[in-house]
């Protein structure tokens, strides 16, 4: 009895430290290039283009290169943002888009998240980070288009919903690493 319990917890702790060597860590088990088409939905129909996302280290600590590349009709369209740590430890993270503007982001079990408004419009952009590719999704949804309901009564709650007009989402393989 005592041979199969010490068996057992031998097992479970080669297995837990197995895990521990096979998981990937933000950021830098996925620096690379990654390659794919971006398919964007609206009430006007489907249309596709090539993307490309760039996750790659500076000189700097904390600091990453983090580059959106839309390509249409052969012309690239590049954006060169930098990703920064701001409390690795706690998953928050800055997309600094060198130009004055700062998106919050929050890593979760290694996918970036990120809400912001502007113009009037609410954008929702998820980046699930595997071994291989990165699954990319942006949300649109016009503050305009606000639907508010809710309960009544002295414990009444509104809520405003803002219906999703535009999803952008795409499968990027990783090319290089």
């Known amino acids: 009895m005592k041979k199969v319990v010490i068996l057992t917890l031998f097992a479970l702790i080669v297995t ?13 088990d996925f620096y690379g290039i990654y390659k794919g088409k971006l398919t964007i939905v609206n009430a006007n129909g489907t249309q596709e283009l090539d ?3 760039h996750l790659q280290q500076t000189d700097s600590i904390g600091k990453y290169q983090y580059t959106l590349v839309y390509i249409m009709n052969g012309n690239r369209q590049e954006r060169l943002y930098n990703l920064i740590e701001k409390d690795a430890e706690k998953g928050d993270y800055i997309v600094d888009e060198n ?4 998106l919050d982001a ?16 609410i954008l929702t952009t998820t980046e699930r980070f595997y071994k291989d590719h990165v699954d990319f999704e942006i949300t649109f949804s016009s503050k305009k288009a606000q639907k508010v309901s809710g309960t009544e009564g002295e414990d009444g709650v509104e ?10 989402k795409a499968r990027l393989q990783k090319v290089v690493d």
């Open 16 to 28: 837990f430290l197995n895990a521990q060597n096979d998981s990937l860590q933000f950021p830098g």
């Open 51 to 53: 993307m490309e996302f």
């Open 99 to 102: 130009n004055g503007i700062f």
């Open 106 to 121: 929050k890593l979760i079990d290694n996918t970036l998240y990120s809400m912001f408004e502007v113009q009037g419009n």
């Open 159 to 168: 809520v405003i919903s803002y219906p999703t007009t535009v999803v952008q």
